[in-house]
Nanobody, 124 residues
Framework: QVQLVESGGGLVQPGGSLRLSCAAS????????MGWFRQAPGKEREFVAY????????NYADAVKGRFTVSRDNAKNTVYLQMNSLKPEDTAVYYC?????????????????WGQGTQVTVSS
């Protein structure tokens, strides 16, 4: 089994920054690409970003491109999401996800492991 634990969420003013972390433990040999998704109240879970096993391939949703950066430290079994220039519409629960393929996916159904989520609220 794989356990994913997110941290770093919180309340931030518009224009501010946060860095989310996702630490993996357990059968980490079975996971490769990792992704970030978010879900706002009353909305479906949506893709934010993914990163390949090596970190050489990343992909972002149009809504966050140029503001968010995904990275990973395989020595620490941790993936990060640096979020800059935050907007109120970024408010959501952010989830970390992992899959066995070395390539990422923009579809939530492509991930077999999920964290519990961390709340990000952007408000003045």
């Amino acid at each position: 089994q794989v356990q994913l634990v997110e941290s770093g969420g919180g309340l931030v003013q518009p224009g501010g920054s946060l860095r989310l972390s996702c630490a993996a433990s357990g059968s980490i040999f079975s996971i490769n690409a990792m992704g970030w998704f978010r879900q706002a109240p009353g909305k479906e879970r949506e893709f934010v970003a993914y990163i390949s096993r090596s970190g050489g391939s990343t992909n972002y949703a149009d809504a966050v491109k140029g503001r968010f950066t995904v990275s990973r430290d395989n020595a620490k079994n941790t993936v990060y999401l640096q979020m800059n220039s935050l907007k109120p519409e970024d408010t959501a629960v952010y989830y970390c996800a992992a899959r066995g393929s070395v390539h990422g996916s923009t579809s939530a159904s492509g991930y077999g492991y999920w964290g519990q989520g961390t709340q990000v609220t952007v408000s003045s």
